[in-house]
């Protein structure tokens, strides 16, 4: 593992901690930065329990324990975040939802277009 791999990945989103969250739509989260590290399970859907049973099944829990984020890093556009990154927090965001988005939509690394297309799309 590389310095870099091992700065981006936060363990609030792979381990658990005090620093567990309840969104009002019942989305538990490890992360307080919109939408970064949603996923985990929703407790208007499923008890704490199961949510936290299944915890290391989430692809956010994945990406950042299996140090994999800093392969999504080239792809985020930087002229578009470039202001956004004030912290490493904020760039593992953008990098997190990025990285979600592009599973999600089965969006591989090398279709640039819709790489892009995501980049857009994600909130400043």
Do not use: W
């Not at 208007?44 to 994945?62: I, P, S, W």
């Not at 470039?82 to 927090?89: D, R």
């Not at 593992?92 to 599973?103: Q, S, W």
Request: net charge neutral; glycine share 4%.
């Amino acid at each position: 593992m590389d310095e870099c791999s091992h700065t981006l990945s936060c363990r609030n989103f792979y381990r658990l901690s005090p620093s567990l969250t309840i969104k009002a739509n019942g989305e538990l989260d490890t992360c307080r930065l919109s939408q970064a590290g949603e996923r985990y399970g929703n407790l208007n859907q499923q008890t704490l329990v199961d949510v936290l049973n299944y915890f290391d099944d989430a692809f956010v829990y994945r990406l950042h324990a299996n140090h994999q984020l800093v392969k999504y890093l080239p792809l985020v556009d930087r002229s578009l975040f470039g202001s956004a990154f004030t912290h490493l927090c904020s760039l593992r965001a953008i990098v997190t939802m990025l990285a979600r988005r592009m599973r999600e939509q089965s969006i591989s690394f090398e279709d640039i277009s819709a790489v892009q297309r995501i980049n857009h799309e994600l909130p400043p």
